[in-house]
């Protein structure tokens, strides 16, 4: 969030100053002395939570819009010397001032990065608690509701997270508040959903436990969403910032995938739409985002590699034709698809016999003949699955010049490479 500026009314050169107009003028001049006298810093803060915390509602917003200021500080002692505001910044979340509250909101995640030190104090004055209840409180309010998103990300984001704060949040009602608000309503704009998804990826990648998030259905917000979004995007809508929600749903997606039982996961990502939703966005973000593209195909790829039956469903809903073309993409897309198709032969005999028919063969050629260690790796891994499932598939590599091609890898590749291509031509196809 930007800097919230306040331009103090100059009062009327006919007017005599009062109380209130004097200790505004003084604090418009706060700031300025805090940024050149480093040392006077403490005393500056003081002087703004006595201010912050008086009956003046004018400097209790003046004050407030000044230590956001501070907020934004490089200085790592800055955080520190505000801790005496905190107490009341959490208190103020409570008040009817929606504008006021988004304020607070927004200083206390700018001073959450800045210090360890002051997120534990943090924790320790009930943040976590209180962000809970402004949430429930707030949730009808977008802009607060993404200033608390913004907060709690912040906390989420410490090497100590999950050890401390990340407890808390999951004992709170913050992760069934936070899913509430993945909804695939247009009208609820996508700054708060943003800000939410962000903090499911923390509490996700932060914990090897994901059976709360689980049980919340995490798992079935985040898959629905993104199905609404693969929808979208089909359609040609790409509204700004939508790459910024596809992110972290992705990744929340990807990370529950090997959390969740294979016998509960039709119920927890709905039914294939998904797959398809999937797919929708490695093309849409194929040539603008690559590496969105590639992230849509890590979840794929997570997937599959997880059920048979969503194996199945790839092959049934013609998909392989459209993840084919991508092996001759780079940026670490054409791996991932391979690492999808090779999940696909890995599961049954039958899946490699539909590969074969779809031609995946003619493609695993092309691939065999790439400068990539890992794509030529992964395409000998292919090759083999289909050739012992198929007689009929080392016949169709020999017809298509296969041979040749493992000759090359014999003599041209590195020595995993070579022993599976000298493995795969003495015991499988120079009998053919």
């Known amino acids: ?41 403490e005393n500056s803060v003081h002087l703004l939570v006595g201010l912050f915390t008086g009956s003046d509602a004018q400097c209790r917003l003046q004050a407030a819009r000044c230590l956001h200021e501070l907020s934004h ?11 005496p505001a905190t107490p009341y910044l959490l208190t103020y979340l409570s008040g009817q001032s929606t504008k006021f509250t988004e304020l607070c909101l927004y200083t206390l995640g700018n001073l959450c990065p800045d210090s ?22 707030q949730k009808h309010n977008l802009a607060v509701v993404e200033a608390v998103g913004f907060t709690l990300s912040q906390l989420l984001q410490t090497s100590t997270a999950a050890e401390k704060a990340i407890p808390m949040v999951l004992a709170s009602s913050l992760p069934s508040q936070l899913l ?46 993104l199905v609404t979004l693969g929808g979208a995007v089909a359609c040609g809508n790409k509204e700004e910032g939508m790459e910024l929600l596809i992110w972290p749903l992705l990744r929340c997606v990807g990370n529950l995938l090997p ?22 966005l490695v093309h849409a973000y194929l040539h603008i985002q690559p590496a969105l593209a590639r992230e849509t195909a890590w979840v794929l790829n997570n997937l599959t590699a997880h059920s048979s039956e969503f194996c199945s469903a790839v092959l049934t809903f013609n998909l392989v034709q459209r993840l084919v ?30 590969l ?32 012992v499932s198929s007689p009929q598939a080392a016949e169709q590599f020999v017809r298509l010049g296969g041979l040749s091609l493992l000759e090359a890898i014999q003599y041209n590749s590195e020595g995993q490479m070579r022993r599976r291509a000298t493995y795969l031509l003495e015991q499988h196809l120079l009998t053919h």
Request: proline share 4%.
């Open 1 to 41: 969030m930007s800097c919230v500026t306040h331009q103090p009314n100059s009062p009327s050169s006919s007017t005599a100053l009062t109380i209130s107009d004097h200790s505004l003028l003084c604090l418009s001049h706060v700031l300025v002395s805090v940024w050149i006298c480093c040392d006077r810093l």
């Open 73 to 83: 500080s490089p200085h790592t002692n800055v955080a520190a010397a505000c801790l």
């Open 180 to 225: 509430s608000v993945l909804t695939p309503d247009p009208e609820f704009g996508l700054g708060a959903v943003i800000e939410c998804a962000w903090c499911l990826h923390y509490l996700i990648c932060s914990s090897e436990d994901h059976r709360v998030l689980l049980a919340h259905g995490a798992l079935r917000h985040c898959s629905s969403l």
């Open 116 to 137: 360890e030190g002051v997120k534990e104090k943090l924790l320790a004055q009930g943040i976590i608690p209180a962000l809970a209840s402004c949430f429930e409180n």
């Open 259 to 280: 959390s969740c039982p294979v016998e509960d996961l039709r119920s927890q990502v709905g039914d294939f739409d998904l797959l398809v939703a999937l797919c929708e």
């Open 325 to 354: 073309p991508l092996l001759h993409f780079s940026q670490g897309i054409n791996t991932m698809v391979l690492r999808i198709l090779a999940n696909i032969a890995h599961k049954k005999k039958e899946f490699c016999v539909q």
């Open 356 to 387: 074969l028919e779809l031609g995946l063969l003619s493609a695993l050629c092309a691939t065999l003949k790439m400068t990539e260690p890992e794509m030529v790796t992964l395409s000998l891994d292919v090759l083999f699955m289909m050739i």
